[in-house]
């Protein structure tokens, strides 16, 4: 069986960059997790996020030049500063206090993909007193220890893109790889914070080793991937978050934590993408504000609210039509930075339960792809408090491990299929047989039973570009081929990497421009030759070349047309027998078939015979 989700899927980082505005941005991505006195709390105001100034990140669409989108920014009075590794994302230099305004102008070009501010997100926190959480009540509400019986997440790599963490951390270093610092481009991983230490050990602190806490992935690993260098709030920007999120994939990854509400950003959507399609999947935690977000949902990211101990969302976890999951996320028992244990709540801890669930999948059937991975979590969630539908309070339900993995092993909730349905595709655009010169956009549509991963697109039969976001856009520049028919093919990929190319798609090139012909013609030879002496019959030639070509000569005597041709030579025979002595003008003309004409006249001195044609003395 396919796990075929019923919440309407609107794979598009366009299409939530475009609608979730600054403001929105600004407002929804603080994350506030924090520690619980009690069973009530007040939901943390919504603070104003800071974005690095002088700068902007602007992704243009697949095949467009780096000169030409280099002209598109000029034009602002901005540059590129570099791209973000693997990406098609420009980090972009732009002048002060002009970050907003470029980023509404650059996002309305056909040429660009998105353009949003480098937001910087901070995973603030707020500490407790209460220690008797320390059973983990998360870990019997989600049926974790029936899932142990089958899976532990040995073999999987999590990677924890946060704050940095405490290796030496006795609950964490047997599971600790070398990790990397995305914002000073080192191996210094060490928790700046304490944030990310708390995170990493909710999925995967080392369990059942008679100390500390117990994770959800006892045997995963945990590779650290800093992308804050921030001690004071822990705040990392957006760059920082996706270039951490290209690395962490090139390390063969197999799930990333964000803590960090980073959903609706489509410079780390385009990351997550990078990393989806290398195997892994991504994991963001929804963020603590109390908000009904104005976001749809991110085919390349999995977003996961919290709940509390009664199944309910909890009053500061952000809802909206993006949320996928719900996980446990008050008084969550975990590692901190000081080598001691306590007790955290916030979407940021509900966020790597939901990783180390995801790992245990993983583990228990490696064979299944990031689709069936995610559809399997979602279709086995708890409904109770969503009816079975989707909700964008609950998305699909508060994940059930147990039932999870059940699914995943082949067990009683049903075996999952691999995916063999290819996608399906089609150029939309430009209309078929159509004329085109210069740079024009190429858009490609494709669906799929259950997810398109990319499309690459060809020209003629060779390799031009690829996309990974609907709609698939490409930028062609048509100076690249000659003029005339060009054929166009697009190849759709799903996860599985089944493939389907579209019908050939068939546009005319013409680039070559008429130039306007003033050059006139020349005439290179012309018998007989100014100032000749002649007498009996005279025989007259021409010949003249043109730029394109001479179309037609003629041949003039004293002004009277005497001989013409369509071409670029002529000859006349002059029978002298009634002419009489003295100069005449012979007259040569050429024309070409712009209309462009010249002539040149040679006088000559002729003398009749003395048998009564001349003057008689």
């Known amino acids: 069986m396919k796990f075929i989700s019923n919440k309407a899927k609107q794979p598009s980082i366009r299409s939530f960059a475009a609608k979730y505005h600054l403001n929105k941005i600004a407002l929804a991505t603080m994350l506030v997790p924090a520690f619980l006195v009690n069973s009530a709390q007040a939901a943390p105001a919504p603070h104003s996020a800071a974005y690095a100034k002088g700068q902007i990140l602007v992704q243009p669409i697949a095949g ?24 098609r994302t420009h980090i972009i230099s732009v002048p002060a206090k002009a970050e907003k305004a470029l980023v509404k102008a650059l996002s309305k070009n056909p040429r660009i993909e998105f353009a949003e501010l480098d937001i910087a997100l901070a995973p603030t926190a707020i500490s407790a007193n209460d220690t008797y959480f320390s059973s983990g009540w998360h870990l019997n509400k989600i049926e974790l220890p029936t899932a142990w019986q089958s ?13 940095g963490v405490n290796s030496s951390h006795n609950d964490l270093k047997a599971n600790i790889l070398p990790g990397w610092n995305a914002v000073s481009k080192n191996s210094d991983s060490s928790d700046i914070y304490g944030h990310g230490t708390k995170v990493a050990g909710a999925a995967a602190a080392a369990s059942d080793n008679g100390i500390g806490v117990t994770s959800v992935a006892w045997n995963s690993s945990i590779l650290p991937v800093r992308i804050s260098n921030n001690s004071s709030s822990g705040t990392a920007y957006t760059s920082d ?44 935690a929804s963020g603590n504000h109390s908000l009904a977000l104005d976001c749809s949902d991110n085919p390349d990211i999995i977003t996961v609210g919290a709940t509390d101990s009664n199944d309910n969302k909890t009053s500061w976890s952000n809802s909206g039509n ?42 228990v059937n490696p064979n299944l792809s990031n689709d069936e991975l995610e559809n399997i979590l979602e279709s086995t969630a708890n409904k109770s408090k969503n009816a079975a539908n989707f909700d964008p309070n609950y998305g699909y339900g508060r994940i059930d491990v147990a039932a999870a993995v059940a699914m995943a092993e082949g067990g009683d909730e049903g075996t999952p299929v691999v995916d063999q349905e290819a996608p399906v595709v089609a150029i939309t655009s430009p209309t078929e047989n159509s004329t085109h010169s210069g740079l024009f956009n190429i858009t490609a549509n494709a669906s799929d039973n259950i997810g398109v991963s990319y499309v690459n697109l060809y020209v003629n039969g060779s390799f031009f570009a690829k996309d990974s976001v609907a709609p698939y856009q490409f930028s062609f520049d048509s100076n690249q081929v000659s003029d005339g028919d060009v054929k166009l093919t697009a190849v759709a990929f799903d996860a599985a990497q089944n493939n389907t190319s579209s019908a050939d798609h068939w546009v005319t090139v013409k680039n070559a421009v008429a130039q306007t012909d003033n050059t006139a013609p020349q005439i290179v030879s012309a018998t007989p030759s100014h100032g000749s002496n002649l007498s009996g019959n ?27 041709a369509a071409a670029s030579s002529v000859s006349y025979s002059w029978n002298t027998r009634k ?39």
């Open 579 to 617: 002419v009489t002595t003295g100069q005449y003008n012979i007259t040569f003309k050429a024309y070409d078939a712009a209309g462009n004409s010249t002539s040149k006249t040679n006088t000559i001195n002729f003398t009749a015979s003395s048998k009564g044609r001349g003057k008689r003395k």
């Open 538 to 564: 005279v025989s007259i030639s021409m010949h003249a070349t043109d730029n394109v070509a001479a179309t037609k000569v003629a041949i003039y005597i004293n002004g009277a047309l005497k001989a013409q």
């Open 151 to 163: 899976a532990k997440g040995d073999g999987v790599v999590i990677a924890i893109l946060d704050t």
């Open 241 to 284: 978050a996706a270039s951490g999120l290209v690395w962490a994939a090139d390390q063969g990854a197999d799930i990333a934590n964000i803590s960090y509400a980073f959903t609706s950003s489509a410079t780390v959507s385009s990351a997550a993408s990078y990393m989806r399609n290398k195997g892994g999947l991504v994991v963001v």
């Open 64 to 87: 467009l030049s780096d000169e030409d989108f280099a002209k598109i920014i000029n034009k602002h009075g901005a540059k590129s500063k570099r791209k973000l590794a693997k990406m």
């Open 322 to 363: 993006c949320l996928d999951v719900v996980a446990p996320g008050t008084s969550i028992m975990t590692t901190n930075n000081s080598g001691g244990y306590s007790a955290h709540s916030g979407t940021s801890y509900a966020s790597p339960v939901v990783a180390g669930a995801l790992a245990l999948l993983k583990s």
